[in-house]
């Protein structure tokens, strides 16, 4: 149980990790500009983006896309994936 709790929390630490680089790269280019191509708000994307924000997986594909990023899932090759 350790283990899974270990995990999630790596997860979690993770996903903040990404969406705070997606931020800092977004608010480089300009928030405004980025919001125009992905049709969201400025405050929908300060909000998702920040360090408490948990954007929902289509949020992150536009704003990836719309950045020049895209997500790719790979295998874990590890003993937590039991692979």
């Avoid at 979690?12 to 931020?23: M, P």
């Avoid at 405004?32 to 954007?55: C, F, I």
């Amino acid at each position: 149980m350790k283990r899974k709790l270990t995990m999630v929390r790596d997860t979690v630490s993770e996903a903040r990790q990404i969406t705070k680089a997606l931020g800092n790269v977004a608010k480089a280019r300009g928030m405004m500009d980025v919001a125009k191509k992905t049709g969201l708000t400025r405050e929908h994307l300060y909000t998702s983006l920040s360090e408490n924000g948990n954007p929902t997986l289509q949020t992150l594909t536009v704003i990836m896309n719309t950045l020049g990023y895209q997500l790719s899932i790979t295998p874990i090759h590890n003993e937590h994936a039991g692979g």
